[in-house]
């Protein structure tokens, strides 16, 4: 069965300290690992997308890598403001099908 | 703005009354996808379209709901006879066509059903 799990649930820093959040996954006809950040009560916003292992992307404190496994998305000198909950999915496409699978988030916390 | 967006933002009705959504995609988007969000949970797999046809639908979608795209444009999401565990974010996102590329989502409507 095709599946995503993030670890951990939630993760409180103190400003400053760097971090990973782990996604492991096991998904038929991967072809693409994304990373969303959503804040309470609104829509997941888009960061990154990873295709093959190997494969690293960064924005501003963020930097999402693959392996053919798991992603890490690291998060270096964190702020306040980057807390919310960040959610890891992939897309199992072909054929019919064409969704993306997701964690069940972990949810950030940075405190000043 | 140029983004998704959904309507309305947030929906209280009673128990066994008929709600419908809205959802508006990016212009340039062909596909369309419904997802549904509970609290502490990651967002879940409705339904997708591409351009007017509906491709796939989730066994989460029971016959209580039905989602349309006539045109291939915007979409609606009803659900009829609603019940108190349909309670849930309910979220909208579309994409191009071509393969991999990213999905992007609107702000969701909040449901509550008492």
């Known amino acids: 069965e095709d599946q995503v799990t993030q670890s951990p649930e939630a993760l409180r820093l103190q400003e400053g300290e760097s971090s990973s959040l782990n996604c492991s996954y096991t998904v038929s006809g991967l072809r693409g690992l994304f990373w969303y950040r959503q804040d309470p009560g609104k829509g997941p916003e888009f960061l990154f997308t990873?295709?093959?292992a190997g494969e690293e992307k960064e924005k501003e404190r963020l930097k999402a890598t693959l392996t053919k496994k798991e992603s890490f998305l690291h998060i270096t000198a964190p702020k306040p403001e980057d807390s919310a909950t960040y959610l890891c999915a992939a897309l199992n496409y072909g054929g019919a099908t064409n969704k993306l699978i997701f964690g069940t988030g972990t949810l950030l916390a940075v405190q000043p | 703005d140029t983004g998704v967006s959904q309507d309305p933002r947030h929906k209280i009705t009673k128990r066994g009354q008929n709600v419908t959504f809205r959802c508006d995609p990016i212009s340039e988007h062909n596909r369309l996808y419904w997802y549904r969000q509970t609290l502490g949970q990651g967002p879940e797999f409705l339904t997708y379209?591409?351009?007017?046809?509906?491709?796939?639908k989730s066994r989460l979608l029971s016959d209580r709901f039905s989602a349309e795209r006539p045109k291939g444009s915007f979409s609606t999401l009803e659900i009829q006879r609603t019940e108190q565990g349909d309670s849930a974010m309910y979220l909208c996102?579309?994409?191009?066509?071509?393969?991999?590329?990213?999905?992007?989502f609107g702000q969701g409507t909040r449901l509550t059903v008492v």
């Open positions: 379209f591409q351009n007017e046809a509906q491709l796939e």
């Open positions: 990873l295709y093959s």
């Open positions: 996102a579309s994409s191009f066509r071509q393969g991999n590329t990213e999905a992007f």
